[in-house]
DNA sequence: CTCGATTTTGAGAGCTACTGTCAGAAGGCA
DNA sequence: TGCCTTCTGACAGTAGCTCTCAAAATCGAG
């Protein structure tokens, strides 16, 4: 209903063509008609033909809007901006710092604009064990390339494995403190959750857990 | 064709029935068939109903024995192992610890005796999508027991994030190494590369990279 | 060995996610 | 207005997976 477009990225406005309005408008139709059907009844419960007829077209065409069902819910914008932001970052600061610093601002003002709807997104992706794989593969795909980055710019193999781990290891932090927060009903402070997870990884794991 | 039981888990013998004897030859067939056709057709081009045919059982039988089929290639008999090892650590032994010295042993044992099987398995998870993202998912639920069984007896919560955040990035950087193996073709030593991998958890992120 | 109980198997129908094709409708542009 | 591009729905088809049911194989006891 209300137009809430996250002003993160660069939001288009109103593109001109009536295709190119009617497009987004059919293609947010889909996905609320599909949130409130998962919500009704379970992901797994809601068929695609379901979803196609309350959001009135035919179940080809959701196809056309999304590769798969899985999609509607796990079509995410903000990937491509992690990836620019830590692209930019400077070439003596670690992965690790940048996270800690930059992206957690941005993941800070992303939930003020957005946070109810990341709230349903992430309550799905805990609870629905098809989405959580997609989710790490997803995320694990972006962290390859920001390691490969990182690997050209300081010299490394695309493929150093220390870089890898590190890569690998701050999403699986970042990942489970996500799923902390959404397992308590997506309240509490997440950025702080977030950056408490990453502080382990900083420290190391000498004798903690 | 060779008998070639790993010897790490309790191996239970010849089990006396001959009805569970046909059961362990029937599945042994499905795999062996299953890891043929996927060697020469790959993995999505074969069909459940070719490694039936293959197997010489019908379909429906096939699912008898695997619940999917990607659960031909991932099913693994050594998390259990891998859990009990952790479960039965002295108290005082950090997560990381006892992989670096105990875990690490075992697996040097079980590259000894199944390394071939390990080295296809490997290369089907690195190569086909929907095997990479239910490995995880299997992983990490083991951990997620692991995690559970360190909060049991440290009087922490189950839900602990630092539990789980260790948990989740030794996963992932064992995971990690692992994938580095495989893509250099499962040769060199894969016990050393995971050593490294830890090691880096171990120091933590500070100044690396 | 034989008979009844239990387990395993094959056949087949059916559901859902997803892909491809193709003609026709709708929007864009001169 | 009329042509061109894009979008759409209907339909057929494939693969993974579930379920049912009756026939076959195996097991245990007498």
């Known amino acids: 209903m209300t137009a809430k477009e996250s002003s993160i990225p660069d939001l288009p406005g109103s593109p001109a063509g009536l295709r190119e309005r009617k497009k987004i408008k059919t293609r947010q139709a889909i996905r609320r008609e599909a949130y409130r059907l998962f919500r009704e009844h379970g992901y797994d419960a809601t068929t695609v033909d379901q979803i196609a007829e309350a959001a009135e077209i035919s179940p080809s065409t959701f196809f056309r809007y999304f590769p798969s069902k899985e999609d509607v819910v796990l079509t995410d914008e903000y990937d491509p901006l992690l990836i620019e932001i830590l692209r930019t970052a400077p070439d003596d600061m670690s992965m690790l710092r940048v996270v800690r610093t930059r992206v957690l601002d941005v993941l800070r003002e992303i939930i003020r604009v957005d946070g ?25 795909s ?38 902390a927060w959404a397992r308590a009903g997506c309240t509490g402070d997440l950025v702080a959750m977030v950056d408490r997870a990453l502080a382990l990884l900083e420290t190391g794991l000498r004798h903690n857990p």
Chains 1, 2 share one sequence.
């Open 142 to 179: 972006s962290w390859t390339l920001i390691a490969e980055a990182y690997a050209a710019r300081s010299g490394r193999s695309p493929y150093d494995l220390e870089l890898r781990v590190a890569a690998a290891s701050i999403n699986a932090a970042m990942a489970e403190a996500i799923m």
């Open 116 to 140: 109810a709807e990341m709230a349903t997104r992430m309550t799905l992706v805990l609870n629905v064990p098809a989405l959580r794989r997609r989710t790490y593969e997803q995320q694990m």
